[in-house]
C-alpha cells in the first residue's frame, strides 16, 4: 500500500505535469491533425510546406504557421501547454528570448534561462515578478548583472525553481508520512483482531 501511494504521488507530481502528446513544440493539440500530413498548407493559404520544415526557424509562410515553435516569423503564435494551469498563446517573437513566459517554461527550450515549471502551483512566475517591479527597469537599475558578473535575473528565476522543488519534496515527504501512519495503524488494529 506504502509503494503504491508513493508511485500514485510520483505519476501525480511529475508525470501529469510533464505529459503531453508527441506534437511539436507551440503547437495547440487540436491542430494535431492538421500538422499530421506530410504537405501542410499554410493556414492563410499563401504557400505550403513539408512537414520537415516545421519549426526548422525559416519564415515559409506569412502567417507563421510553419514556425509556432520558432521566433523566424514575426506573425507566428507560440502555443503554451501550461499543464495545471491556465494555456495561453504567445507572439513568438517571445520564444527563446530569455525571459520565461510560460508558467511550464516551454516557450524558453533552447536559451540560456533554465525556467522552473510554476503551473503545478497556478502560477506565472514573470507574472508574479512584472506584478512587483518590471523586469526591464530592475534589470536596468542594476546592470543586469551583479559585482561579481551574475546575471541577476538568471539567479532569481533558478532561486525559485529551487524553492518549488523543496515545496515539492516537502508534500511528498508529508504524504509519505501520513501513509506510514496509516499503514501501521492497520496493522495494529490487525494484530488486536488475531
Avoid: W
Avoid at 39 to 46: L, Q, Y
Avoid at 74 to 96: H, I
Avoid at 119 to 131: E, I
Avoid at 153 to 178: E, N
Amino acid at each position: 500500500m506504502k509503494t503504491t501511494l508513493l508511485l500514485l504521488s510520483y505519476y501525480c507530481f511529475f508525470h501529469v505535469s510533464n505529459s503531453s502528446t508527441e506534437l511539436p513544440i507551440g503547437i495547440h493539440p487540436l491542430d494535431e491533425k492538421y500538422y499530421a500530413s506530410e504537405v501542410i498548407k499554410c493556414k492563410d493559404g499563401s504557400n505550403s510546406f513539408t512537414k520537415d520544415r516545421l519549426n526548422d526557424d525559416f519564415c515559409d509562410c506569412v502567417d507563421g504557421t510553419d514556425e509556432p515553435g520558432t521566433a523566424a516569423c514575426p506573425a507566428g503564435k507560440f502555443y503554451c501547454r501550461n499543464v495545471g494551469s491556465t494555456p495561453k498563446f504567445l507572439f513568438s517573437s517571445r520564444v527563446n528570448d530569455d525571459i520565461c513566459d510560460c508558467c511550464d517554461g516551454s516557450d524558453e527550450y533552447d536559451s540560456n534561462v533554465n525556467c522552473p515549471n510554476t503551473c503545478v502551483m497556478g502560477g506565472d512566475f514573470s507574472y508574479q515578478r512584472r506584478r512587483y517591479r518590471p523586469r526591464r527597469k530592475q534589470l536596468n537599475r542594476i546592470g543586469g548583472k551583479s559585482a561579481n558578473g551574475v546575471n541577476m535575473d538568471d539567479s532569481a528565476q533558478r532561486l525559485q525553481g529551487l524553492k518549488i522543488l523543496v515545496l515539492v519534496q516537502v508534500v511528498l515527504i508529508i504524504i509519505f508520512l501520513v501513509v506510514r501512519k496509516l499503514y501501521r495503524r492497520s496493522r495494529s488494529k490487525r494484530r488486536h483482531l488475531r
